[in-house]
């Protein structure tokens, strides 16, 4: 088979963007689910502009991103052409995991952006700040590589799309059951240290250097799932 580099790789995912995504049926949810996005700043009015709620939206880039990848290794054909071709792993298993973050943080942005142009046009007097959006923007990219490279590694150690994704949103809603539940647990102090993170004016930092954090993660797990595949292909070859 002809090399395959991290820029084909990643070429050749997008141009199973359709599959990936579901099919027709995917692609409808989206404008479905950004025109119900527009339904938060409405109702919530002003309160939307509490950087928690731009926080929340994360969430749509680690489901979508992590559910591509997940079909990018798991299936039958994709584990097929990973085992059998002649090539390094690094750069096809790049290449997927990077279509996997960017159609991740586009359809986050998509729906994102539906919420931010419904603030615009609810009268002009809300306003979020620059650096609030370049932040969500930030952690919905480190959001959707993390969870690209944890559904990559899911879907190479079940060897199945379905139980890969299945795993991915039990993980996803256990952490954020988590966040939730275990900050309530601290003293009243403490709880309000925590929530100043996410004040009008640190809520931009906050989510940049989560979003940092977040890819140095991705990064750990692109590695894990790097290395099983290697096994894989050299447990094969052996008995073979």
Same mark, same amino acid.
């Given at each position: 088979?002809?090399?395959?580099?991290?820029?084909?790789?990643?070429?050749?995912?997008?141009?199973?963007?359709?599959?990936?995504?579901?099919?027709?049926?995917?692609?409808?949810?989206?404008?479905?689910?950004?025109?119900?996005?527009?339904?938060?700043?409405?109702?919530?009015?002003?309160?939307?502009?509490?950087?928690?709620?731009?926080?929340?939206?994360?969430?749509?880039?680690?489901?979508?991103? %992590?559910?591509?990848?997940?079909?990018?290794?798991?299936?039958?054909?994709?584990?097929?052409?990973?085992?059998?071709?002649?090539?390094?792993?690094?750069?096809?298993?790049?290449?997927?995991?990077?279509?996997?973050?960017?159609?991740?943080?586009?359809?986050?942005?998509?729906?994102?952006?539906?919420?931010?142009?419904?603030?615009?046009?609810?009268? %002009?007097?809300?306003?979020?700040?620059?650096?609030?959006?370049?932040?969500?923007?930030?952690?919905?990219?480190?959001?959707?590589?993390?969870?690209?490279?944890? %559904?990559?590694?899911?879907?190479?150690?079940?060897?199945?799309?379905?139980?890969?994704?299945?795993?991915? $949103?039990?993980?996803?809603?256990?952490?954020?059951?988590?966040?939730?539940?275990?900050? $309530?647990?601290?003293?009243?102090?403490?709880?309000?240290?925590?929530?100043?993170?996410?004040?009008?004016?640190?809520? %931009?930092?906050?989510?940049?250097?989560?979003?940092?954090?977040?890819?140095?993660?991705?990064?750990?797990?692109?590695?894990?799932?790097?290395?099983?595949?290697?096994?894989? $292909?050299?447990?094969?070859?052996?008995?073979?």
């Amino acid at each position: 088979m002809a090399a395959v580099t991290t820029t084909t790789a990643f070429q050749d995912e997008l141009r199973r963007a359709l599959p990936r995504a579901g099919g027709a049926r995917g692609l409808l949810l989206l404008p479905a689910l950004a025109l119900l996005g527009t339904l938060i700043p409405a109702r919530l009015g002003t309160a939307f502009l509490d950087p928690i709620y731009h926080v929340f939206y994360t969430a749509l880039a680690v489901l979508f991103g %992590g559910s591509f990848a997940a079909q990018g290794f798991g299936g039958e054909r994709e584990r097929q052409f990973l085992i059998n071709w002649t090539g390094g792993d690094a750069p096809v298993v790049l290449g997927k995991l990077l279509a996997a973050t960017l159609w991740g943080w586009l359809c986050w942005l998509l729906i994102y952006g539906a919420s931010l142009a419904r603030i615009d046009t609810a009268g %002009g007097a809300m306003t979020l700040p620059v650096f609030t959006v370049f932040g969500a923007g930030v952690l919905a990219a480190g959001a959707a590589w993390l969870s690209a490279a944890a %559904g990559a590694l899911l879907a190479l150690s079940t060897q199945s799309v379905v139980t890969a994704r299945q795993l991915l $949103r039990l993980g996803f809603f256990f952490i954020l059951l988590l966040v939730v539940i275990v900050p $309530r647990l601290f003293p009243a102090d403490v709880q309000a240290s925590l929530r100043a993170l996410l004040s009008w004016n640190s809520a %931009g930092h906050t989510m940049t250097i989560a979003g940092a954090g977040a890819a140095l993660l991705g990064l750990h797990l692109y590695r894990r799932a790097l290395r099983l595949l290697t096994e894989q $292909r050299t447990g094969l070859s052996i008995t073979s």
